[in-house]
């Protein structure tokens, strides 16, 4: 049987401009960056300011991926956006992006919520679109938050982690081997109830998504390296939700597995949940760290409690 594979294209990245120092937080909150740092790895984050919003984000990261591919804008098929913060609960974020960047009105635009492991969702997803519609051989899927607007900044036990940005891919179908891992256990360990009230902040039970983490994330990538039928030595990139450094330290470790291989930039812009995984994607290739024919597995994690992993390969 011959696969279809994931093949990024080209990325784009959008971060908003003010930068948030534990320094900052330790001025409106009994915090430090030393406890931050050793605790998290986290020393900055990105909020929006001004005009900036979630629907913003994306746009601007959704248009740079597609400049950079060069493709004509008729042959994208399908618009999925991985959020659980756009600016609307309806429209979609997706739905939004339409009109801004010329794209055809005749194609599926939707938004997915599976939180942190949304990106590997929507890249799934896509796959599956494309493969049934092969005269519109191209997908464009963003992942974009503004948790900023979700913190509650009277706990610090949440609102040190988490901060703003998107990224975007430009995706089509190629032939190679392919895997993923999708799936969910009920909890509300990491829960944002939708209504105006103190409950529309993110709370979360630290250490519950601490102990999950660590054991799904090994999970995740002895399952999706044994369905591909390859070993850690095929993969080129490991780009791991950025939750917590100590988590991937902990994976790292714990699996023998080379450390280098995990981009990590939870330093400069902490945990930006659907969006994490794209925005290091974008930074990759930004930084040239991206080569032909390279294997990244994406592997996403979070609120559900829900995890996401799957093999995609740079063009
Ligand atoms: N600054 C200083 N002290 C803080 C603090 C902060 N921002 N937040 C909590 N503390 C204090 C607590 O009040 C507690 O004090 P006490 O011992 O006097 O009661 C102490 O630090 C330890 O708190 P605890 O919650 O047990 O810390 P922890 O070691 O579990 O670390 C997290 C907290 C959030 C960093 C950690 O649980 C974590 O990373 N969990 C995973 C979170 C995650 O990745 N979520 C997103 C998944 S998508």
Redesign the pocket.
């Known amino acids: 049987m011959i696969m279809k594979s994931v093949q990024i294209i080209s990325t784009g990245l959008s971060l908003p401009s003010r930068a948030v120092t534990n320094d900052d937080l330790a001025a409106i909150e009994?915090?430090?960056d030393e406890?931050?740092v050793k605790?998290?790895g986290i020393r900055e984050r990105r909020f929006t300011e001004g005009e900036e919003s979630a629907n913003s984000l994306a746009l601007r990261a959704a248009e740079r991926a597609l400049k950079k591919s060069g493709i004509d804008r008729k042959k994208i098929g399908l618009v999925i956006v991985a959020t659980l913060s756009g600016d609307y609960s309806t429209p979609s974020v997706a739905s939004q992006l339409q009109q801004a960047l010329g794209l055809d009105k005749d194609i599926p635009y939707f938004d997915i919520n599976a939180a942190?492991s949304g990106f590997p969702y929507a890249i799934e997803t896509a796959r599956s679109f494309l493969y049934a519609n092969p005269e519109r051989p191209y997908a464009l899927v963003t992942g974009v938050e503004e948790l900023s607007k979700l913190l509650d900044m009277t706990d610090?036990?949440t609102n040190?982690?988490f901060g703003d940005g998107a990224g975007a891919v430009v995706i089509r179908l190629v032939e190679g081997s392919y895997a993923s891992v999708l799936g969910a256990q009920s909890s509300l360990a990491?829960n944002c109830m939708g209504a105006k009230s103190d409950s529309s902040y993110i709370r979360?039970d630290?250490?519950e998504?601490?102990r999950f983490?660590v054991r799904i994330l090994p999970h995740m990538i002895n399952t999706t390296l044994e369905k591909a039928g390859m070993t850690y030595d095929q993969i080129d990139w490991f780009v791991c939700?950025q939750?917590?450094k100590?988590?991937i330290d902990h994976v790292v470790r714990a699996m023998k597995l080379p450390g280098e291989k995990f981009y990590c930039n939870i330093d400069r812009i902490g945990?930006t949940?659907g969006a994490s995984i794209p925005i290091c994607i974008a930074e990759m290739e930004e930084k040239g760290l991206l080569h032909s024919g390279e294997k990244l597995l994406l592997l996403g994690?979070?609120?559900g409690l829900t995890w996401g992993s799957c093999i995609v390969s740079y063009r």
């Open positions: 009994d915090t430090n406890w931050i605790r998290t942190c610090r036990s040190i982690l990491i979360m630290g250490k998504v601490f983490a939700h939750a917590n100590r988590i945990n949940s994690f979070g609120s």
